[in-house]
T-cell receptor, first 111, second 112 residues
């Protein structure tokens, strides 16, 4: 099993540009999550999904959108990138809402 | 919102020393998890705790779920250089959301 994979690993965006961060898991997990991690800080939940077709906001959802059309994929969309969205983004998945397995992260810089 | 207080914020120790870190919360948690994050990587689950008072080991790591359900600690015995990284606690709240709340992390550096 590859576990949780994320693409791209790194990306630089200009202010106002859009992009989609991809996340795929091959563990048949019900739950998937998007977090952001700022320097010296813990993980903040952006959005999560309890199954295909069902998503909900986390702690810091503003400026982001998600969709979950399949069990495996959970892309995160940034519509109008802002410098405040410079961060490391982690996708995670779990069978129940407890032991979460994380991807390697996407480092995003908005200039 | 709910917050976890994780301490210490950072530690710089000599190889072979034991390490202890803890997390406290103002609210009750159903589950406590401990993760380790290596530089440039995602967090990796070390230990999961599900019952108040539970003490669980994973090699040189030992973690406990506090009796009050508001705290947890992680001990690392006989530290080695590869223990370097950031350690996060996470608690699953007892409300109907069930989401994980993460501590701010303890950065561990080990001097050979």
């Amino acid at each position: 099993n590859a576990g949780v994979t994320q693409t791209p690993k790194f990306r630089i965006l200009k202010i106002g540009q859009s992009m989609t961060l991809q996340c795929t898991q091959d563990m048949n997990h019900n739950y998937m999550y998007w977090y952001r991690q700022d320097p010296g800080m813990g993980l903040k939940l952006i959005y999560y999904s309890v199954g295909a077709g069902i998503t909900d906001k986390g702690e810091v959802p503003n400026g982001y959108n998600v969709s979950r059309s399949t069990t495996e994929d959970f892309p995160l969309r940034l519509e109008l990138a802002a410098p405040s969205q410079t961060s490391v983004y982690f996708c995670a998945s779990s069978y129940w809402m407890d032991e979460q397995f994380f991807g390697p992260g996407t480092r995003l810089t908005v200039l | 919102g709910q917050q976890l207080n994780q301490s210490p914020q950072s530690m710089f120790i000599q190889e072979g020393e034991d390490v202890s870190m803890n997390c406290t919360s103002s609210s009750i948690f159903n589950t406590w998890l401990w993760y380790k994050q290596d530089p440039g990587e995602g967090p990796v689950l070390l230990i999961a705790l599900y019952k108040a008072g539970e003490l669980t080991s994973n090699g040189r790591l030992t973690a406990q779920f506090g009796i009050t359900r508001k705290d947890s600690f992680l001990n690392i015995s006989a530290s080695i250089p590869s223990d370097v990284g950031i350690y996060f606690c996470a608690g699953q709240d007892s409300s109907n959301t069930g989401k994980l709340i993460f501590g701010q992390g303890t950065t561990l550096q080990v001097k050979p």
